[in-house]
């Protein structure tokens, strides 16, 4: 396909989508991907969450162990429920990078997923302002981001992150199933003025001309697909 893939391990005027364009996501025209917990047609998959568990910060390992791919670039993702990263926590994330890159991979850095509320978004931003002064310099940060951010958040904010995160990626779905008139948030995102990525969901609706109109802006990077499992076949029976 002429570029190599992207793994991000898990370990964010008015247009509408006119649905005769609209096609669905086709993981294989894509190079960029996230590989999340119980995807059961991806073998190579690492996640971590942070959450609170009986008044407690806890790191929950999920994923398989550090190993060896054969992918050009990797990122860690870590799900975060809140706003209190320890260093102890901070440790685990970086040791974890660590284990990886020994095995040989290209670890690019890691990637935070923490579904701000818009009116979050300033609370978020002094977080990861802080979180960016504790990495190493060879560290780089990725966040997903949601779709409102941009249309009803703060746009000043979010531009506020360039120089503290490296990338963020704004999720065009909600579970595994494309918001719906997600279209109506995109024109917002010409505003950004910090590298941007939106991510797919595979199988959900998308319409492809969005990607010519969203290269107008020099800090649009592409797509990273959702991968998601199959239907569960339906068994058949006979008499």
């Known amino acids: 396909m002429g570029h190599a893939a992207q793994i991000l391990l898990v ?16 993981a294989a025209h894509y190079q960029d991907f996230w590989l999340w917990a119980a995807v059961k047609p991806q073998p190579v998959l690492h996640q971590g ?7 407690k910060t806890v790191f929950l390992r999920q994923g398989l162990p550090a190993s060896t791919l054969r992918v050009d670039n990797l990122w860690l993702s870590y799900r975060i429920t809140m706003l209190d990263l320890s260093d102890k926590h901070l440790n685990r994330m970086l040791k974890a990078q660590a284990r990886w890159r020994a095995l040989g991979n290209q670890v690019n ?12 978004l ?7 302002q802080t979180l960016r002064q504790r990495l190493p310099a060879d560290t780089q940060l990725s966040v997903t981001g949601l779709l409102d951010w941009a249309k009803t958040g703060d746009v000043g904010t979010l531009n506020r992150l360039g120089g503290v995160i ?3 990626v704004v999720q065009t779905y909600q579970g595994r199933s494309t918001v719906t008139r997600y279209a109506e948030y995109l024109p917002a995102l010409m505003k ?18 969005w990607q010519r109109r969203l290269a107008a802006s020099a800090y649009y990077r592409g797509n990273v697909v959702f991968l998601v499992n199959p239907p569960p076949e339906r068994a058949v029976f006979s008499k």
Not at 49 to 55: F, L, N
Not at 109 to 120: E, V
Not at 197 to 209: S, T, Y
């Open 122 to 128: 300033a609370r978020y931003v002094k977080f990861l």
């Open 166 to 168: 490296d990338e963020l």
């Open 11 to 26: 370990v964010a005027c008015v247009l509408f989508t006119n649905l005769a364009h609209a096609e669905r996501v086709n």
């Open 109 to 120: 850095g890691i990637q935070i997923d923490f579904d701000a509320r818009s009116y979050q």
């Open 49 to 55: 969450e942070i959450a609170r568990r009986q008044g």
């Open 192 to 209: 950004l003025q910090i590298p941007f990525r939106l991510g797919l969901v595979q199988h959900g609706q998308w319409d492809e001309r």
